[in-house]
């Protein structure tokens, strides 16, 4: 009994993972992958519409959370999704000025 429960458990965490995944791609990302061209603008203009999205969504449920509207574990889950999508943007933008310095430091 214990085996049936604890195979069931995880055949649905197993789904509920591959559901996550399968949301966390991004358009740009499947298109890309699909052979179709895409510029380096739409696929950064893409990530940054995802990263102010998943933020709204952070905002939104502690909005939620201190009107008692939403549980605490799906607060959690969406603060450290909008952190994520944080960090992903900063390190992103930190490349970026890094190549631009590169790209001034040149000699023509």
């Not at 061209?37 to 893409?46: A, I, L, T, Y």
Request: net charge negative.
């Amino acid at each position: 009994m214990l085996e049936a429960i604890s195979s069931t458990a995880i055949s649905a965490g197993q789904a509920a993972t591959r559901a996550t995944e399968a949301q966390a791609i991004s358009p740009a990302a499947t298109a890309i992958q699909s052979g179709d061209e895409v510029g380096f603008d739409s696929v950064m203009k893409q990530v940054t519409t995802d990263a102010i999205g998943t933020l709204k969504a952070g905002e939104a449920a502690s909005i939620s959370a201190m009107q008692g509207k939403e549980s605490t574990r799906r607060v959690v889950e969406a603060l450290m999704s909008a952190e994520q999508a944080l960090q992903t943007a900063v390190a992103v933008r930190d490349k970026v000025v890094q190549a631009y310095q590169e790209v001034v430091r040149m000699s023509i």
